[in-house]
């Protein structure tokens, strides 16, 4: 935990009352005593630090100073083909450490039904997994939205139309690599589909190239949707820093 994450609800008066798994780690892990401070960030609010003014066995209560605000969400919706649930919990955990704004959860012709029943999918478990990228990446307090959709045709007729950046699709029989499909616009939202594992069939993708969305290829090594997740969302960020910087 590089920085403790507390809701709004939590703060009365500029101070923090802990007894939880929160209070815990600032006994156990950081050690931390009566003056010491740690960083602290609001969920979906600013950043800043809290200062312990007491603890004991039971709680930790800090008093709060949150001075700044977070870096912008980055413009980035990721829109991916339900994995298996335990891959499904690394990537939401990946996504908020790097700052997705937005996830969708789609249906796909190999996506098992029984996925979307699983416990993963509980807004508490979701909203878990996300908290913990967020303290993990330290920088951020945006909770990233995510989105269900069950059925792959009405997402593609009711929901896509209405998504602002530039699509992209990764599939392997594409010829073009992502800095060659990737906007040269600073900031421009980006829309990024990842498939599940085996891939989009014919029917899916030519769905979304009908919607505009631009195929790129990763290469020719077959990566699990977890580990490709996480390398395009990073190579993403990549490419907007050299856009930025004008390297690119």
Do not use: Y
Not at 17 to 23: E, G, H, N, P, V
Not at 28 to 34: M, R
């Amino acid at each position: 935990m590089n920085r403790l994450l507390f809701a709004e609800h939590e703060l009365h008066g500029g101070e923090l009352l802990l007894s939880d798994f929160r209070a815990e780690h600032i006994r156990t892990v950081l050690g931390l005593e009566a003056g010491d401070t740690l960083r602290l960030g609001m969920i979906n609010g600013r950043l800043g630090q809290g200062t312990v003014l007491n603890r004991d066995a039971t709680a930790v209560r800090l008093a709060v100073r949150l001075d700044r605000d977070p870096p912008p969400s980055s413009p980035v919706e990721l829109i991916l083909a339900l994995p298996r649930p335990i891959m499904l919990q690394r990537i939401l955990k990946q996504a908020a450490t790097l700052g997705v704004r937005r996830i969708h959860l789609i249906r796909s012709a190999k996506v098992e039904k029984s996925f979307f029943h699983s416990p993963a999918l509980l807004p508490d478990k979701i909203t878990e997994r996300l908290l913990e990228g967020l303290t993990q990446a330290a920088v951020d307090t945006h909770l990233p939205e995510v989105l269900v959709h069950p059925q792959f045709k009405i997402f593609m007729k009711a929901v896509v139309p209405t998504l602002v950046g530039k699509g992209l699709i990764a599939h392997p029989s594409a010829t073009a690599t992502l800095p060659e499909v990737f906007p040269r616009e600073h900031d421009q939202n980006i829309l990024l589909t990842v498939g599940p594992e085996g891939g989009w069939n014919d029917f899916e993708t030519g769905c979304f190239l009908e919607q505009g969305f631009a195929a790129f290829s990763m290469g020719r090594r077959i990566l699990h949707v977890d580990t490709a997740a996480a390398v395009l969302l990073g190579q993403l960020q990549l490419l907007r820093e050299l856009v930025a910087a004008s390297f690119f």
